[in-house]
């Protein structure tokens, strides 16, 4: 499994995440979320292990 792991941030500093893979006789507690909803246009930047990554609205209202 691919887990994303979302670190906090203060007001408007953009979202920084980290990626890692598990297995699933290892998965750590963590909540599940499905993004594949409502419009596919990513036009939200979001930063994963300091690299730029395009998301969709739904998807950065929820991180």
């Not at 750590?28 to 969709?56: M, Q």
């Amino acid at each position: 499994l691919r887990i994303l792991k979302v670190f906090l941030g203060d007001g408007d500093e953009p979202i920084r995440t980290r990626l890692w893979y598990c297995l699933l006789s290892s998965l750590p507690n963590c909540v599940a979320l499905s993004y594949e909803w409502g419009s596919p246009a990513r036009d939200h930047d979001i930063f994963c292990e300091g690299k730029i990554v395009k998301v969709t609205s739904n998807l950065l209202a929820a991180l």
